[in-house]
């Protein structure tokens, strides 16, 4: 074999090996979906506690423990939201997070307003947008009653493509 001949293979190999390094990520990345569903914590369903803590027509405020957090955590694997109790049966859960850049928003009932500190945006009381900065309503989490306790879908953010929170939403006996 001449130099030149082992030089081309040697280049090839090389490219090869490169190639399959980039390309590693991205189809890890583009499976990431399938193996996601399968990661243990998530999507779920998480206890806000009795849902008598919540009056009807108040919105408050609550925490749950991230699913996915670990010991070092801390004080940090604590989210909290907004709990809105519309009538004892329906209710609202918003991430706490502010749709544009995630500032936390806080609730205003004189007002009647989420409001953000970060850019002026402003939402109604049922989350959708009031005005400033943000594109769309805060961000919603899929919830349940059960037996008098109220849950959520809480094993990652609520995002734009998750499902609508309340087209899923069920309702069992107070
Ligand atoms: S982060 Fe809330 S308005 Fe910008």
Redesign the pocket.
Known sequence: MTRRGILMKLGILLNGVAGLALAIPIVKYLLSPVFREARPGYASWLSLGSAAQFPAGQTRLTAFQNPHSCATDGVTANIPCWVRNIDNVRFQVFAIN?A????PVRWFAQSGLFL?P????AYYADGSRAS???ERGLFEYRYKLEWGVLWIEAGEMPTPGAPSASLTNISRAL
């Open positions: 502010c544009h850049l995630g500032c953000c970060c850019h002026g945006g400033g900065p943000p």
